[in-house]
């Protein structure tokens, strides 16, 4: 009788090693304890054995069911592991190895510049204005007193598109942000305050010029603006923008046709392989008569400055870099590093 028990358990021992995945394990398991299985039915023989030795065939049949059940519960365990242990190793990830993610996106230098010049200037009282890139010649020369076949229009070669104004005019790409002293001011009455920041044109490439770039418009018309408050707010804007109580800074006498006197703004490089040079960031002057007139305006009543500021120049200034062409060719290693 013993040894009947026995080679059940040594046969049930002997399936279940032959298997290696949990469902036949499963079908193995009936085989053995199932409704129909080997220990099921011996136990239900048990009413066929004689008085006397049933309750050795009880304990035989017990033990018999629990060694089984063992069995079972240790092969089950040992099929999961390998399965699990097989799974980890052809999952393997390196968690030592660098991410494939994406690069932070960051704001164009430029932008950088244009926002803080923004932020700078509306905290002392000057309205944005936004306006076309392409303008009109009244707009962007003859208002500005620049008449054609003026010479001076010739420092200023631009794109001219195949479409003309109501005046028979080639419509062009803005060579300046000017254009927006005349726009605003026939749209806003005195006193007037403004910057106008924006993209401009002009036939020029090389380390300060592109044949885009940005400059930002100034312009304050009041009864009594003058060019001492022009040197103020100047200054005072540079030291805003270029956090340094200490810069260099020199006004040049020059010529633009919109303003009488002009100047022109030179700064000096403080960082970068142009330290200790001079780069020109700005013409400005007090508004010509003549164009108060084109505003709508009484020039015996009305006067102020202008000024229009290269925001390449500013940018190249403060962060020491020799060449403006590396701000458009899209290259990370430089764009990255200015933040
Ligand atoms: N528009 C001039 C240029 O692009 C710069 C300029 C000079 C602007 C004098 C002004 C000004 O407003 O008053 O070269």
Known sequence: MKKLFEELVSNA????????????????????????????????????????????????????KSQIENLLKNRRNHISNVYLNDKLNKEYIDVTLPGRGFLGGSIHPIMITWAR?????????????????????????????????????????????DMNDNYGKKLLLRTHTSPMQVRYAKSHKPPIKVISPGRTYRVDNDSTHSPMFHQVEGLWISEDISFANLKFIYINFLRCFFEQENLDVRFRPSFFPFTEPSVEMDMMFK????????????????????????????????????????????????????????????????????K
């Open 13 to 64: 021992n002997i399936e279940f090693n032959n298997t290696n995945d949990l469902v036949s394990l499963e079908q193995i398991k009936s085989k053995f304890l199932g409704k129909e299985g080997s220990v099921t039915k011996l136990l239900k023989n048990i009413s066929k054995i004689k008085k006397e030795d049933r309750k050795q065939f009880g304990i035989y049949a017990n033990s018999c």
């Open 117 to 161: 010049i923004e932020k700078i200037f509306h905290s002392i009282g000057f309205d944005v204005a936004d306006g076309p890139e392409i303008e009109d010649d009244w707009n962007n020369f003859t208002a500005l007193n620049n008449p054609i076949d003026h010479p001076a229009r010739s420092m200023q070669d631009t794109f001219y598109l």
């Open 271 to 338: 960082t970068g392989p142009n330290k200790g040079k001079w780069l020109e960031i700005s013409g400005a002057g007090q508004v010509h008569p003549n164009v108060i007139r084109n505003f709508g305006l009484d020039p015996e009543k009305y006067m102020g400055f202008a000024f229009g500021s290269g925001l390449e120049r500013l940018t190249m200034l403060r962060y020491g870099i020799s060449d403006l062409r590396n701000f458009y060719e899209g290259d990370l290693r430089f764009l990255s590093q200015i």
